[in-house]
């Protein structure tokens, strides 16, 4: 198996790749070359048999995870107790993760995925029966669940009606502070949304609802995960009570780890009871493991949601792909990266007479996410027989680039879609 290397060399960045070394300088080199090399890292599409255009459902793995999970299987084989390291590993990868959203490393804790993470907060936030949240009625049904399963306690979840709209007037546009204000009141404890939604690509305004609700005592829970590995992100700025995301969508690594931010304010304010209580979310446990009759005092940060085993080789692999992720390619420059690709995909389908689904600029559209409106059944057959892996949903077919796409990616399903229009494949028909 080739070995792949990402360190720092006295002139840039130095990637080693199958053995031979590219040197680069993050300033110098542009985004297409640079991001030829980073292609070669995925084997399935490096040999361009495939053309992958599915990372917002899971992207295909990578040498430098796949080197650091062979590497981890080699020391719980030859290592005689290799379980601190491990657990020094998954600091490492806090402060990454940290470095990477703008967050205090302590208001970070390791979930088993975006639901847990979502549902550990939700769970926590103290309501009266009459209280509502407030969330959009296309919201990821994983966030979705968390707010209505509270519904029998009496909390009133309120879903604004986002779809009528967007069906009368044919656009799908990002919601942001006005979206929701008809829809708030006194007796409202928090408004539930993803950053960029899963279904349309668009990208919600968290920092304007932020500053319009949060200094009412409103809680804003953002599920970032279409969002992370894609752009940049910083929690700060965007001043949520809590973030959560999976690390298998944007940054690559294998199911099993996600993150869940909280604001440590949030935590003195609320001062929640974990809904599931370990050893690693109390501060005052023993270390010889007895248990007094003591009070129970949590973690005062968002260690307090954290379960003591975490999936270690998860961790191992988030580890390798953030420093990958963070030190070589650069959020800002994959966040260029895969918008050019959109660029390139929007003048393919104007060339088509194919539209695009949701808002058109770039402050209101994720980078990497884009609805096709194509909506026949005949189109997921035929895009797969040309070897292309897309999603078919609601609104059309999801095209979702990777760092490992490029230009020739885009042609070919421009080429394959040109294909299928002069097969007969009708735009619309039965929806998917």
């Given at each position: 198996?080739?070995?792949?290397?990402?360190?720092?060399?006295?002139?840039?960045?130095?990637?080693?790749?199958?053995?031979?070394?590219?040197?680069?300088?993050?300033?110098?080199?542009?985004?297409?070359?640079r991001?030829s090399?980073?292609?070669?890292?995925?084997?399935?599409?490096?040999?361009?048999?495939?053309?992958y255009?599915?990372?917002s459902?899971?992207?295909?793995?990578?040498?430098?995870?796949?080197?650091?999970?062979?590497?981890?299987?080699?020391?719980?084989?030859?290592?005689?107790?290799?379980?601190?390291?491990?657990q020094?590993?998954?600091?490492e990868?806090?402060?990454?993760?940290?470095?990477?959203?703008?967050?205090?490393?302590?208001?970070?804790?390791?979930?088993?995925?975006?639901?847990?993470?979502?549902?550990s907060?939700?769970?926590?936030?103290?309501f009266?029966?009459?209280?509502?949240?407030?969330?959009?009625?296309?919201?990821?049904?994983?966030?979705?669940?968390?707010?209505?399963?509270?519904?029998?306690?009496?909390?009133?979840?309120?879903?604004?009606?986002?779809?009528?709209?967007?069906?009368r007037?044919?656009?799908?546009?990002?919601?942001?502070?006005?979206?929701?204000?008809?829809?708030?009141?006194?007796?409202?404890?928090?408004?539930?949304?993803s950053?960029?939604?899963?279904?349309?690509?668009?990208?919600?305004?968290?920092?304007?609802?932020?500053?319009a609700?949060?200094?009412?005592?409103?809680?804003?829970?953002?599920?970032?995960?279409?969002?992370?590995?894609?752009?940049?992100?910083?929690?700060?700025?965007?001043g949520?009570?809590?973030?959560?995301?999976?690390?298998?969508?944007?940054?690559?690594?294998?199911?099993?780890?996600?993150?869940?931010?909280?604001?440590?304010?949030?935590?003195?304010?609320?001062?929640?009871?974990?809904p599931?209580?370990?050893?690693?979310a109390?501060?005052?446990?023993?270390?010889?493991?007895?248990v007094?009759?003591?009070?129970?005092?949590?973690?005062?940060?968002?260690r307090?949601y954290?379960?003591?085993?975490?999936?270690?080789?998860?961790?191992?692999?988030?580890?390798?792909f953030?420093?990958?992720?963070?030190?070589?390619?650069?959020?800002?420059?994959?966040?260029?990266?895969?918008?050019?690709?959109?660029?390139?995909?929007?003048?393919?389908?104007?060339?088509?007479?194919?539209?695009i689904?949701?808002?058109?600029?770039?402050?209101?559209?994720?980078?990497?996410?884009?609805?096709?409106?194509?909506?026949?059944?005949?189109?997921?057959e035929?895009?797969?027989?040309?070897?292309?892996?897309?999603?078919?949903?609601?609104?059309?077919?999801?095209?979702?680039?990777?760092?490992?796409?490029?230009?020739?990616?885009?042609?070919?399903?421009?080429?394959?879609?040109?294909?299928?229009l002069?097969?007969?494949?009708?735009?619309?028909?039965?929806?998917?």
């Amino acid at each position: 198996m080739p070995a792949v290397h990402v360190e720092k060399s006295s002139n840039g960045l130095a990637t080693s790749i199958n053995g031979d070394t590219k040197e680069y300088s993050a300033l110098q080199a542009d985004d297409e070359s640079r991001f030829s090399i980073f292609r070669r890292l995925v084997p399935i599409v490096a040999d361009d048999t495939v053309t992958y255009l599915n990372a917002s459902f899971a992207p295909p793995s990578n040498l430098v995870v796949h080197d650091a999970i062979c590497q981890y299987s080699s020391e719980a084989l030859r290592h005689p107790s290799p379980k601190p390291r491990w657990q020094e590993a998954v600091e490492e990868t806090r402060e990454l993760v940290a470095k990477y959203i703008n967050a205090d490393s302590s208001a970070i804790a390791f979930t088993r995925d975006t639901t847990e993470a979502l549902g550990s907060f939700i769970q926590g936030i103290r309501f009266q029966p009459g209280d509502n949240v407030v969330i959009l009625d296309t919201e990821h049904p994983n966030h979705a669940y968390a707010w209505m399963s509270l519904r029998q306690a009496g909390l009133e979840v309120r879903q604004v009606p986002t779809i009528a709209e967007a069906e009368r007037t044919g656009k799908v546009v990002a919601a942001n502070a006005a979206t929701f204000a008809p829809y708030v009141d006194r007796r409202t404890r928090a408004i539930g949304l993803s950053s960029v939604m899963f279904h349309s690509g668009q990208w919600n305004d968290i920092a304007d609802i932020c500053t319009a609700y949060r200094p009412k005592g409103i809680h804003i829970v953002a599920d970032v995960t279409q969002q992370v590995g894609f752009a940049r992100i910083d929690v700060r700025s965007l001043g949520v009570s809590a973030a959560a995301f999976s690390l298998h969508k944007g940054l690559n690594c294998p199911t099993g780890l996600a993150v869940l931010y909280v604001d440590t304010d949030v935590i003195c304010e609320m001062d929640p009871i974990p809904p599931i209580v370990g050893y690693g979310a109390v501060s005052n446990a023993r270390s010889d493991l007895l248990v007094p009759a003591d009070p129970i005092v949590y973690h005062p940060t968002a260690r307090r949601y954290e379960h003591l085993n975490l999936s270690l080789i998860a961790v191992a692999a988030a580890k390798a792909f953030l420093k990958f992720y963070l030190e070589v390619m650069g959020p800002e420059a994959v966040e260029r990266h895969l918008y050019a690709l959109g660029d390139a995909l929007y003048q393919e389908c104007k060339g088509l007479g194919i539209g695009i689904v949701g808002p058109k600029n770039r402050k209101e559209h994720a980078p990497h996410l884009y609805i096709l409106d194509l909506h026949n059944t005949g189109w997921v057959e035929h895009l797969k027989d040309a070897g292309i892996i897309v999603t078919p949903y609601r609104l059309g077919i999801r095209v979702s680039f990777g760092f490992y796409n490029n230009f020739e990616d885009v042609k070919k399903l421009s080429l394959a879609v040109r294909a299928g229009l002069d097969a007969g494949i009708p735009t619309t028909g039965r929806n998917m």
